[in-house]
């Protein structure tokens, strides 16, 4: 019997009245109104409803992405991307975690699946965004949020302009392999009231080719995907403290899963209908700023093959909620409260039975700045979750912020984490595991952000370190797949950036490099003579470098990015592995104005070396892919 539901203990309701209290009290103490801080820059992001730094290094991938493929630039970013072949899932991990340690959040809401606690990044086109930024660390500024892992936030507020401008834009891509996709946007500000309205239909043939393993070349099949997206948004600014945002995203996505290198053809094919939709509300209440977030998903998922005459239906309902109340006791000592709600209900023929969830969680943020002749900021976060399934234990994190001298600073933060079963994990059909256990552990990190060393205008370095205990994972075992508990994962690594802008005459030159080091592996035996540990964990690549230039001359851009990911292997024992691979894209465009337009066309390759890889074992991935752009712009 799966169906459970909250049943919420006495010492959670003298928490509640608590909290209640202070809210009602402390504005007796007049202190300043906290304003709420949403700057995007390259090396932080600070999260609407907290005064609070996030201490862990970010990279933000913009929209001018050159390809049809709509997940080309996560390809050269810090994240390790898992596609199962074009058209099929696609999953990220950061810092040797694993795909469901990790979470991807829109609007506040948070888009992991609840079945298998992971995101299919292939549902998300990033054309729909603004932004895409990524937090390599753990972070518990998000709502939800306690994983050991990163997260990926997608921005799609848009840009604000003045009062009364209208604008529109259209981009249409096409490639050599049959993928093309057309999307608009359109944006209309009047009075204190703002509209955006993108949309994107993606049609991808993905009709490339490769060689089998009796070294013949085979043009692939059943990789087809067509995928219809739309976001609404609106917001209204009723004062400098005041604003409502209503969101929606309806999103349908049809597609074949792909098949494997040693099958002739598949019949296997997925349907995911969702929609997406939520409210956000920021008010000055008292001394402080209140934040009112409330959000509703529901989705469809449906899988059916007929070769093997499996079928699965299942529908998923969430509900999540989080109210947030902001203040500043003195000047330099903000402090906020915060209660998150989530519900889950899934029906599926998967179980047997209806599930549905319930989970609270209550935070508290303080954080002291000024010590030291105002150089030393530190911090403390806490975290106390109540479920249906269990309680989590109170999770905490401790930061300080140094700064050294202009521009420069020293970072470190540590803090623990906590992860329940999946229930995929607990109740797939003769894979799931019902004896698994919570997954629990503490993370490090120390880093140095300068700007202006000498000729570089931005370096940045962490050191990262972390240990969990019963990490949950999916094993293989005689050719089937099977979750279970690894004694203890250790994992440790560096990361560095460096970013540089030189401008010459018409040029304007833009280059950033990285490098990665990540060791993940099993510390502990789960077994007499267990020959995974003290082994690198499968699918991690340890080293991963990569880098980009862009020129701007007169009318013209340029761009180049490239990405190394070192041997990946398949196997808990090294017994198998994916090769290193070299991954490079280019693009060329140029903008012109004409008829009262703002025009650019380009064309662009990616995987230029023509590479043959993998992402997954036996899931082919195209060679060079070649293809041109347009895109329209109207402002008035």
């Known amino acids: 019997m799966l169906h459970s539901t909250l049943a919420v203990p006495s010492k959670l309701t003298r928490i509640l009245r608590l909290i209640v209290i202070l809210i009602l009290f402390l504005p007796a103490f007049q202190p300043l109104v906290a304003k709420p ?109 306690g994983f050991s892992g990163g997260a990926i936030l997608l921005h799609s507020q848009g840009q604000a302009d003045t009062a009364g401008v209208f604008r529109w834009k259209m981009e249409n891509h096409l490639d050599q392999v049959s993928n093309r996709s057309h999307f608009i946007d359109l944006y209309n500000r009047r009075g204190n009231t703002t509209f955006h309205i993108r949309g994107q239909l993606r049609n991808a043939r993905n009709n490339f080719s490769y060689k089998n393993p009796s070294g013949e070349q085979t043009t692939a099949a059943h990789n087809h995907l067509n995928q219809k997206s739309l976001i609404a948004e609106t917001t209204t600014q009723f004062s400098d403290s005041r604003s409502l945002r209503l969101y929606a995203w309806i999103q349908d996505t049809d597609r074949q899963i792909p098949p494997t290198l040693f099958q002739a053809h598949s019949k296997a094919v997925q349907r995911d209908r969702s929609l997406r939709a939520g409210a956000t509300f920021t008010s000055g209440k008292g001394p402080g700023l ?8 529901a989705e469809q998922l449906i899988y059916e093959d007929s070769l093997t005459s499996e079928f699965s239906d299942s529908d998923i309902y969430q509900f999540q909620t989080s109210a947030r109340y902001q203040i500043q006791l003195l000047p330099n000592l903000p402090i906020q409260g915060k209660i998150s709600y989530q519900n889950n209900r899934i029906h599926s023929t998967a179980y047997e039975d209806r599930v549905e969830e319930n989970h609270l969680d209550l935070g508290f943020d303080i954080d002291y700045e000024g010590l030291w002749d105002d150089k030393l900021r530190m911090g403390v976060k806490v975290r106390k979750g109540f479920g249906s399934r269990a309680t989590t234990p109170l999770l905490f994190n401790a930061q300080t912020d140094f700064l050294t001298g202009p521009g420069t ?39 140095l952000n300068s700007r202006q060393v000498k000729f570089i205008d931005l370096v940045r370095i962490n050191l990262f ?88 001359w007169r009318k013209f851009t340029a761009g180049t990015q490239w990405k190394y990911s070192s041997t990946r292997y398949v196997s808990a024992d090294h017994s198998s592995s994916l090769d290193p691979i070299i991954l490079g894209g280019v693009h060329v465009d140029k903008n012109f104005s004409a008829a009262g337009l703002d025009w650019k066309v380009g064309i662009y390759a990616d995987n230029v070396l023509d590479r043959q890889f993998q992402s997954v074992n036996q899931r082919p991935m195209p060679g060079r892919v070649i293809g041109m752009r347009l895109i329209t712009k109207f402002t008035k």
Do not use: C
Not at 110 to 126: C, H, I, V, Y
Not at 290 to 297: D, H
Not at 418 to 436: E, F, I, K, Q, V
Not at 474 to 489: A, I, Q
């Open 37 to 145: 801080d949403t700057t995007l820059t390259f090396d932080e992001v600070l999260i609407s409803g907290t005064s609070s730094i996030n201490f862990f290094p970010t990279d933000s991938i913009q929209s001018n992405r050159q390809t049809s493929n709509s997940l080309n630039s996560l390809h050269y970013s810090s994240i390790n991307l898992r596609e199962y072949a074009p058209g099929g899932i696609a999953t990220f991990t950061f810092r040797g975690t694993t795909p469901q340690q990790n979470e991807v959040f829109w609007n506040g809401l948070r888009l992991n699946n609840p079945m298998t606690g992971l995101t299919d990044l292939s549902l998300f086109p990033l054309s729909l965004f603004d932004a895409v930024t990524l937090h390599p660390g753990h972070n518990k500024n998000l709502d939800f949020s």
């Open 290 to 297: 209140l934040f009112l977030n409330a959000g509703f998903i």
């Open 409 to 447: 600073r020293i970072t470190a933060s540590w803090g623990t984490h906590y992860r329940l079963p999946t229930y995929n994990d607990l109740y797939w059909p003769s894979l799931g595991n019902p004896d698994l256990k919570s997954e629990r552990g503490w993370n490090a990190e120390l880093g």
């Open 465 to 552: 370190l972390r240990h969990t205990d019963e990490m949950i994972y999916w094993t293989n075992f005689g050719g089937t797949w099977r979750p279970e508990n690894l004694s203890s994962v250790r994992a440790k690594g560096l990361e560095l950036r460096i970013e540089q802008r030189v401008q010459f005459g018409n040029f304007d030159t833009r280059w950033t490099a990285g490098y990665d080091f990540n060791h993940s592996t099993l510390t502990e035996e789960r077994f007499p003579g267990d020959p995974a540990k003290d082994k690198q964990l499968p699918y991690q690549p340890k080293h991963a470098a990569f880098g980009s230039v862009k020129v701007n």
